[in-house]
């Protein structure tokens, strides 16, 4: 089992930065792929980036070049550090835990951390 809980949304301006954060605990956190998703009213929970427990990162097309997500394991965190914001960035943003164990996916998703960028 593993509990997460996101920090660091709020209102900020275009071209404005925020960094959001990820506490996790209850497992091995080193061991999980973390992710960070958004959600806005009305649409499906979409991909904005993934690092992976060797550190290899990807990212929505959408947010290249602007966002980068980052681990530090020894403190079971994980980061989303967001430059150059946008209007359309405005999101519930979600950090989600997730590992494949054979046939066996372990899944957990935080509550979510607005995030409005607007002038």
């Known amino acids: 089992q593993v509990q997460l809980v996101e920090s660091g949304g709020g209102l900020v301006q275009p071209g404005e930065s925020l960094r959001l954060s990820c506490a996790a605990s209850?497992?091995?956190?080193?061991?999980?792929?973390m992710g960070w998703y958004r959600q806005t009213p009305g649409k499906q929970r979409e991909l904005v980036a993934t690092i992976t427990s060797g550190g290899s990162t990807n990212y929505a097309d959408s947010v290249k070049g602007r966002f980068t997500i980052s681990r530090d394991n020894a403190k079971n965190m994980v980061y989303l550090q967001m430059n150059s914001l946008k209007p359309e960035d405005t999101a519930v943003y979600f950090c989600?835990?997730?590992?494949?164990?054979?046939?066996?996916?372990?899944?957990?998703w935080g509550q979510g951390t607005q995030v409005t960028v607007s002038s």
């Open positions: 989600n835990a997730k590992k494949f164990v054979i046939v066996t996916i372990y899944d957990y």
């Open positions: 209850g497992s091995i956190f080193s061991t999980y792929t």
